[in-house]
C-alpha cells in the first residue's frame, strides 16, 4: 500500500516537472514530451537512401492525379444548382481571384465558430451560393474539385495564421496530435514526432513538416487520388483507434496544426507519395 | 475519371538529330477480370492490350500488353528527332476502344 | 483489415448446399474441360520456365548489357515502377528488335512485348507494372542478329505497410 502511495506521487510530481516546462517553455510547442528528432534535409536523406528517388521520378514523370486535376478544371466552368452559376461566374474564368487564397486555408471562421478548410468552403459555396447539392467526401468529383482549387495557388508559400480567435483550435489540434488512442495506445506524435526517421518495420517515418502541403494527392498505396483527412483516418485504423468522419471538428482543428508545420513551404498539389 | 485522356510529353527545344525522351500517361482502370467487386461478382477485363507509336508514317514502337500493366499506364522511351512530323500514340483496349493523340515534333 | 458484412452468414445448411453445388461444377469441369480449364489457368498461374521454354526454347540467354531499374521496395504491388535500359547498339544493322517483360509470381508472368526500331535511337522502356507477389522480374532482349540478352532482379512488394 505504501509503495502504492509513493508512486502516486512520484507520478504527480513528474507531471508538475512536465507543466512548468510547458510554461516555460512560452510561444513554442507546449508539449514537451517529444522533440523533433529529426531534420527535413537529414529524413530526405535517409528516404532516398531506403526507397531511392523513385516517387519523385515518378511524380514528374507522370502523375495520375493530373486526370483528376483536369476533372476538376472542367467541374469549376460546369453550371450546377438552382441559381444557374458556376464556381467560374464568380470565381473568374480560370479562377484567377483564387490564386494563393488556399495558401491561406484552413482559417477561423466567424460564421462556423470554427476552422474552416478547403473542402468545407466549396461545399458552402455550392450550398448557399450556388444552391446546388453538397458534394460528398472523398467523392471523386468533390477531390476534383478541391484540387483544381488548391492547384491555383501551386507555388505559394503556405501562410497559415494561428492568431486571435484561431489559438484555441490550433491548440487543440495539438492535443490531438499528442494524445495516445486507440488499443495500440499511440498518439500522432509517437510515430512523427519521436521516432520519425526511424523504420517502422518495412516503412520509414516521416517528420511533420512536409505533412499538409501536397494533399489531395496520389498515393502508391491507395492506388489512387486521396486527402489529407482520409489519411487521418487510415492512422486512426492502423493504431486501432476509431477513425472520425471527415471534416468533422477534430480533424479540422488536426488539419490546421499540420498545416501550420508546414508554414513557408510552398504549396505543391496534386502530391505523388508512397 | 474520363477513360482513353492522353498527356504526352516531350522537351520543349529539340535540336536536329538529338535523341529524346518522351513519356506518355493515359487514363484507364486496366481491370484484370480476377478481382471481385464488394458484391462479389467479377469484375470483368477491361485493359489496354495494344499500343502503337507512329512518328510521321513509320512505326516507331509497338506494345503488346497484358493485363499486368498497372492502371493509368505510363511509358517512356527515346525517340532520333531527326524529321519535323507528328508524333501519334494510339491506345487499343480488349473492349474495341481507340485512343489516341499527337503531338508535333519540330526539332531545330 | 476490416471485415465487411458480405450477405447471410455462412450456416452448415447453407455451406453444405453450396459444397454440393461447387462439387457439381467439379464434375461438369471434368465432363468439358476446355470450356473450364483455361479460366482456372488463369487464376492458379503459368510457370514462368514453362512461359519462358514456350518462347525462347532452349536458346542461350547471356546476362549482360540489359540493367532493370525497379525499387527494392514496391509499397503497392499494383504500381510497380520499371525502367529497361540496355547499351547494346541501336543502329539499322544492328538494333534491339524487342524486349520482353516478365514478373515471376504473377498469374500470367508474361506482362509485356515491346517492338523497338532504330528511330527509338536508344534501347530504353519504362513502364508501371503489377506484380502479385514478392518476385523476380525478367527482361529479355531479342536482337535483329537474333542474340538474346536479360536481366533479373527481385522486388520485394509489400502490402498493409503504413497509414492506411
Known amino acids: 500500500m505504501r509503495r502504492c502511495f509513493y508512486f502516486f506521487i512520484l507520478v504527480f510530481a513528474a507531471g508538475a516537472v512536465a507543466a512548468g516546462g510547458a510554461f516555460a517553455g512560452g510561444a513554442g510547442s507546449g508539449i514537451k514530451e517529444y522533440k523533433q528528432n529529426i531534420s527535413t534535409r537529414e529524413y530526405e536523406k535517409r528516404y532516398n537512401a531506403v526507397y531511392g528517388k523513385f516517387t519523385e521520378q515518378m511524380a514528374q514523370q507522370g502523375n495520375p492525379a493530373d486526370f483528376v486535376l483536369d476533372d476538376g478544371k472542367d467541374l469549376f466552368k460546369k453550371v450546377d444548382g438552382s441559381a444557374g452559376k458556376s464556381c467560374a461566374s464568380c470565381h473568374g474564368e480560370n479562377g484567377e481571384k483564387l490564386k494563393g487564397v488556399a495558401a491561406t486555408y484552413p482559417k477561423y471562421d466567424p460564421s462556423i465558430k470554427g476552422i474552416n478548410t478547403v473542402a468545407l468552403q466549396i461545399n458552402r459555396c455550392r450550398k448557399d451560393n450556388m444552391g446546388a447539392p453538397e458534394l460528398k467526401y472523398e467523392s471523386h468529383d468533390q477531390l476534383a474539385l478541391e484540387l483544381y482549387v488548391k492547384s491555383l495557388s501551386n507555388g505559394v508559400p503556405i501562410k497559415v495564421s494561428i492568431d486571435g480567435p484561431a489559438r484555441p483550435f490550433y491548440k487543440a489540434g495539438e492535443a490531438y496530435y499528442y494524445k495516445r488512442q486507440g488499443q495500440l495506445n499511440m498518439s500522432c506524435a509517437i510515430c512523427h514526432v519521436k521516432y520519425a526517421g526511424h523504420m517502422i518495420r518495412a516503412n520509414l517515418l516521416s517528420n511533420n513538416r512536409h505533412h499538409a502541403d501536397h494533399w489531395p494527392g496520389y498515393r502508391l498505396k491507395w492506388g489512387k487520388t486521396g486527402s489529407l483527412q482520409k489519411r487521418f483516418k487510415g492512422c486512426n485504423k492502423k493504431v486501432r483507434a476509431k477513425p472520425l468522419p471527415f471534416q468533422c471538428e477534430t480533424y479540422r482543428d488536426l488539419e490546421l496544426y499540420l498545416t501550420y508545420q508546414a508554414n513557408g513551404l510552398p504549396v505543391e498539389v496534386p502530391g505523388f507519395r508512397m | ?108 | 483489415m476490416e471485415q465487411e458484412d458480405k450477405g447471410p452468414a455462412l450456416t452448415r445448411r447453407t455451406f453444405i448446399k453450396s459444397a454440393g453445388v461447387a462439387g457439381a461444377m467439379f464434375l461438369a469441369a471434368g465432363a468439358f474441360p476446355p470450356l473450364v480449364r483455361p479460366a482456372l489457368a488463369a487464376v492458379k498461374g503459368e510457370n514462368i520456365n514453362e512461359v519462358l521454354k514456350r518462347q525462347f526454347g532452349n536458346r542461350k540467354v547471356s546476362m549482360s548489357h540489359v540493367t532493370i531499374n525497379a525499387p527494392i521496395i514496391a509499397e503497392n504491388g499494383a504500381v510497380v515502377p520499371l525502367t529497361i535500359t540496355s547499351d547494346l547498339p541501336m543502329n539499322n544493322n544492328d538494333y534491339v528488335k524487342k524486349i520482353n517483360v516478365y514478373a515471376d509470381g504473377n498469374p500470367e508472368p508474361y506482362i509485356a512485348g515491346i517492338e523497338l526500331t532504330p528511330a527509338n535511337g536508344k534501347a530504353m522502356f519504362a513502364m508501371r507494372i503489377k506484380m502479385r507477389k514478392t518476385s523476380n522480374v525478367r527482361a529479355i532482349l531479342e536482337t535483329s542478329r537474333g542474340q538474346l540478352y536479360g536481366a533479373i532482379k527481385p522486388v520485394k512488394v509489400t502490402i498493409g505497410g503504413c497509414g492506411g
Open chain 2, 1 to 108: 475519371m474520363v477513360v482513353g485522356r492522353i498527356k504526352i510529353r516531350v522537351p520543349g527545344t529539340i535540336r536536329k538529330g538529338e535523341v529524346i525522351p518522351v513519356m506518355a500517361l493515359v487514363s484507364h482502370p486496366m481491370d484484370t477480370g480476377l478481382i471481385k467487386n464488394k458484391a462479389g461478382q467479377i469484375i470483368p477485363a477491361y485493359y489496354i492490350n495494344d499500343v502503337d507509336i507512329f512518328y510521321g508514317n513509320e512505326r516507331v514502337t509497338h506494345c503488346d500488353w497484358s493485363y499486368g500493366i498497372s492502371a493509368n499506364p505510363f511509358i517512356s522511351f527515346y525517340l532520333k528527332a531527326d524529321k519535323t512530323a507528328p508524333l501519334k500514340i494510339v491506345y487499343k483496349d480488349n473492349k474495341g476502344g481507340v485512343y489516341q493523340q499527337s503531338v508535333q515534333i519540330t526539332p531545330r
